[in-house]
Each structure stands twice: as structure tokens, then as C-alpha cells.
């Protein structure tokens, strides 16, 4: 009895093990990415599916690759001016970060007031229709690309952190900000010292 008791409580743990390991590689983010900042990549589906799936009504986005790296649309289509031409502005955020929340209401009066600056953002995270529900939610009209599989933070070296803007003049990095920033005029000072 001894031997039947043990052999059940160790087939129990190694179910529960495997369905713990089943659970998280179905999660596109789990608690433990989202409170370290830093988003989880899934190789579920392949990118452009991920990026379109439950994705409507969004933005157009600007045309060919944003500092080189090739990302699509969340949710529109690739049809406006050329992302390395200009000055750009990219905000790297994701559905989950509540200071992007904080911040994004900002960066869109900063894109008002500076028609001159092409202002997009790149959605940090696999779930690409909960980064288009937390657009609509609260009520930003920016373009964002969908980057699944974190090219665009490995190809420029960026931190493991969100929100990150990057500042681009003809698809060249002019600079970094790597924080949360409270207010159009802290957006607008920062971006400036890179121009």
C-alpha cells in the first residue's frame, strides 16, 4: 500500500508540473513577464497571422521598415509616408504597462501639436489584439506596428523595459528615452534635445 500511495502522489506531481508548463506556454504574457517589464515571445502562430487576428479599425501605418527592421501593421494597412524619411518618433509600448497608459494620452497631444513629426508605435507584446483593444480604449488614433517577436527593441539594443521612445531622423537613431514620461511638455523637451 506504501508503494501505491507514493507511486500516486508522484504521478499527481508530474501532472501538475506538466499542466503548470502547459498553462504558461499558452499565455501570451504571464503575471511574471508583465511585473518585470519585459514581454514574452510565443511562437504559436506565425507573425503577420498574430498581428491581424481580432485586429480591425486601426490606423493605417507608415510605409516600409521603422529604423530597418520590417514589422506589421496593428491592424491597418502599410499605406502612409515612408517610416525612414523624416523625423519619426516610435513609441515602444505594450497593452499590459500601466504607465504607457499613462503616457500615450500625451504622446497623442504631442503628435497634434507637431504634424512636422511622424509619431508611431511599436506594440512590444504577442497579444496583438489586446494592444488594439487598449488603443481603442483609450481613445489614441496612432499608428502602431506589431512586433510579436521583439525585432525591432534586439535590432536597436534597446532595454528590456517599456515604455522606451526612440527618435529617428531619415531611419537613423538620434536618441533614446527610456522612461515614462507624465506630460506632453516632458515628451516634447525630451524629443528636442535630439533634434
Known amino acids: 500500500m506504501n ?39 510565443s511562437t ?12 480591425t479599425g486601426r490606423p493605417d501605418c507608415l510605409s516600409g521598415t521603422v529604423a530597418g527592421v520590417d514589422l506589421p ?14 523625423i519619426t518618433i516610435v513609441n515602444v509600448w505594450a497593452w499590459w504597462c500601466e504607465p504607457c497608459r499613462t503616457e ?19 506594440h512590444a507584446d504577442t497579444n496583438a489584439g489586446n494592444g488594439a483593444a487598449f488603443l481603442e480604449d483609450i481613445g489614441a488614433e496612432m499608428p502602431s506596428f506589431q512586433d510579436s517577436d521583439n525585432k525591432f527593441a534586439g535590432a536597436l539594443g534597446l532595454p528590456g523595459v517599456i515604455p522606451i521612445t526612440v527618435v529617428l531622423k531619415d531611419g537613423e537613431v538620434q536618441g533614446r528615452i527610456i522612461k515614462a514620461m507624465t506630460s506632453a511638455e516632458e515628451i ?8
Not at 501593421?73 to 523624416?86: I, M, N, S, V, Y
Not at 500625451?106 to 511599436?122: D, Q, R, S, Y
Not at 516634447?188 to 533634434?195: F, N
Request: glycine share 12%; aromatic share 4%; proline share 7%.
Open 3 to 41: 508503494k501505491t500511495v507514493i507511486g500516486s502522489i508522484a504521478a499527481m506531481l508530474v501532472l501538475g508540473v506538466g499542466v503548470v508548463f502547459a498553462a504558461r506556454g499558452a499565455l501570451s504574457s504571464g503575471p511574471a513577464d508583465q511585473a518585470a517589464g519585459q514581454p514574452t515571445v
Open 44 to 55: 504559436a502562430a506565425p507573425e503577420d497571422e498574430r498581428a491581424s487576428a481580432s485586429v
Open 73 to 86: 501593421c496593428l491592424g491597418g494597412e502599410a499605406t502612409g509616408p515612408a517610416a525612414d524619411e523624416g
Open 104 to 122: 500615450m494620452p500625451h504622446l497623442m497631444e504631442v503628435a497634434a501639436a507637431h504634424p512636422e513629426w511622424k509619431i508611431v508605435g511599436v
Open 188 to 195: 516634447e523637451t525630451s524629443i528636442e534635445e535630439y533634434l
